[in-house]
């Protein structure tokens, strides 16, 4: 088998690689643009040869990916952090990376590789994103519509979406250039709304053919949209040994900076996919909504900012939770309780964590509202 390490950029890539069967090795630079690396994979294909490849996650390489597959490679994908924390030497250049991880895959379990979602997976990932991207792209056609109404005197907030707040926007007389403005944000608008609900459509049915987003909409704060973006993300839980750690893989657990007796604790880590991490946070406004309970025990919208919104003046816990808490709280068990907090003054240890399994179906009937 001929074993290769290869440190992947978009342009080219630098491979090391050894035959396991004669012990031969070298070294070669692939460049992407006149096709020399896939005629290389290719020659491979041809001389029947066995072949493994290392690299490490990164973008732009999807190409190469269904090139391996299609040749029938086998294609190994590893942790560039745990990657990078084997690295010894302070120099860092394209061959030591590339004899990095050759070594890695010689040494077998000392290679550290990664899960890797399915094409189709990788797939609907996309609708979701791009209706997330278009949303976006819509949201600030409108803000930039309330501001020209604004500007105007008119202060109609979500009335203006509706038919006499856009007479009335479209009744203004403005300068020859804010016409053309206002003119062509509303023909955006009107070309975004329609293909939004096509890509939401596609959402909610894909969701109907998947039993556990159906399982997870029972959630309370949880839709189509949230619930398929966390089954695709997650995909398999067995990966997780409690929810501890699959609440880390979506950053949603504190930075830290310990040391000693000394606990620093900061804001949220942000790793992981941001698209799931937002539309929990969207989802746990919802639930708050609809739960008087969580409602009573959510601070205050005006304190959600800054070190004094988990912590007194002085550092001492305020005892009621953030809307980060309640995120935290839709993939985790109900029974956590969450933390936090920022600074060292600490009652409780943030990993104190009750990871008992909670069956929501059965909870469902507690909370009415909308989802997202």
Same mark, same amino acid.
Request: overall charge positive; glycine content about 8%.
């Given at each position: 088998?001929?074993?290769?390490?290869?440190?992947?950029?978009?342009?080219?890539?630098?491979?090391?690689?050894?035959?396991?069967?004669?012990?031969?090795?070298?070294?070669?630079?692939?460049?992407?643009?006149?096709?020399?690396?896939?005629?290389?994979?290719?020659?491979?294909?041809?001389?029947?040869?066995?072949?493994?490849?290392?690299?490490?996650?990164?973008?732009?390489?999807?190409?190469?990916?269904?090139?391996?597959?299609?040749?029938?490679?086998?294609?190994?994908?590893?942790?560039?952090?745990?990657?990078?924390?084997?690295?010894?030497?302070?120099?860092?250049?394209?061959?030591?990376?590339?004899?990095?991880?050759?070594?890695?895959?010689?040494?077998?379990?000392?290679?550290?590789?990664?899960?890797?979602?399915?094409?189709?997976?990788?797939?609907?990932?996309?609708?979701?994103?791009?209706?997330?991207?278009?949303?976006?792209?819509?949201?600030?056609?409108?803000?930039?519509?309330?501001?020209?109404?604004?500007?105007?005197?008119?202060?109609?907030?979500?009335?203006?979406?509706?038919?006499?707040?856009?007479?009335?926007?479209?009744?203004?007389?403005?300068?020859?250039?804010? $016409?053309? #403005? %206002?003119?062509? /944000?509303?023909?955006?608008?009107?070309?975004?709304? !329609?293909?939004?609900? @096509?890509?939401?459509? +596609?959402?909610?049915?894909?969701?109907?053919?998947?039993?556990?987003?159906?399982?997870?909409?029972?959630?309370?704060?949880?839709?189509?949209?949230?619930?398929?973006?966390?089954?695709?993300?997650?995909?398999?839980?067995?990966?997780?040994?409690?929810?501890?750690?699959?609440?880390?893989?979506?950053?949603?657990?504190?930075?830290?900076?310990?040391?000693?007796?000394?606990?620093?604790?900061?804001?949220?880590?942000?790793?992981?996919?941001?698209?799931?991490?937002?539309?929990?946070?969207?989802?746990?406004?919802?639930?708050?909504?609809?739960?008087?309970?969580?409602?009573?025990?959510?601070?205050?919208?005006?304190?959600?900012?800054?070190?004094?919104?988990?912590?007194?003046?002085?550092?001492?816990? $305020?005892? #009621? %939770?953030?809307? /980060?808490?309640?995120?935290?709280?839709?993939?985790? !068990?109900?029974?956590? @309780?969450?933390?936090? +907090?920022?600074?060292?003054?600490?009652?409780?240890?943030?990993?104190?964590?009750?990871?008992?399994?909670?069956?929501?179906?059965?909870?469902?009937?507690?909370?009415?509202?909308?989802?997202?």
């Amino acid at each position: 088998m001929l074993i290769i390490g290869c440190d992947y950029h978009p342009s080219m890539q630098q491979i090391a690689y050894v035959d396991t069967e004669t012990g031969e090795g070298g070294e070669r630079r692939l460049m992407h643009r006149d096709g020399e690396a896939e005629r290389f994979y290719r020659e491979l294909k041809q001389r029947a040869i066995e072949v493994r490849v290392g690299m490490e996650a990164t973008g732009y390489a999807r190409w190469f990916e269904r090139l391996l597959t299609e040749l029938g490679f086998e294609l190994w994908i590893g942790d560039p952090a745990r990657i990078r924390a084997r690295r010894v030497r302070k120099q860092k250049t394209d061959r030591k990376d590339a004899q990095l991880l050759l070594r890695l895959l010689l040494e077998g379990d000392g290679f550290p590789r990664i899960w890797v979602p399915s094409p189709e997976n990788r797939d609907l990932r996309q609708l979701l994103w791009h209706r997330h991207r278009l949303v976006q792209m819509r949201t600030r056609i409108m803000n930039q519509l309330q501001a020209v109404a604004m500007n105007e005197g008119l202060r109609r907030k979500r009335a203006l979406w509706s038919e006499s707040g856009r007479k009335q926007l479209e009744s203004f007389l403005l300068a020859p250039w804010a $016409t053309r #403005r %206002r003119q062509d /944000l509303l023909e955006l608008l009107d070309r975004l709304n !329609p293909t939004i609900q @096509e890509l939401t459509a +596609a959402v909610e049915k894909e969701a109907e053919n998947k039993p556990e987003v159906q399982l997870l909409m029972s959630h309370p704060g949880v839709g189509p949209l949230t619930a398929l973006a966390f089954v695709l993300i997650i995909a398999t839980p067995e990966r997780f040994q409690c929810g501890k750690q699959m609440g880390s893989y979506l950053g949603l657990i504190p930075c830290e900076d310990s040391s000693a007796d000394q606990q620093r604790l900061g804001h949220i880590s942000k790793q992981g996919s941001s698209l799931l991490r937002f539309l929990l946070v969207e989802a746990a406004q919802v639930a708050v909504r609809v739960n008087p309970e969580w409602r009573r025990s959510i601070s205050a919208p005006s304190h959600a900012t800054g070190t004094e919104d988990r912590q007194g003046r002085h550092g001492a816990e $305020t005892g #009621r %939770r953030s809307v /980060l808490d309640v995120a935290q709280g839709m993939e985790l !068990p109900a029974s956590c @309780e969450i933390r936090f +907090a920022r600074g060292t003054a600490r009652v409780t240890p943030w990993c104190a964590v009750d990871h008992r399994v909670v069956d929501w179906a059965s909870r469902s009937h507690l909370f009415r509202g909308s989802s997202n």
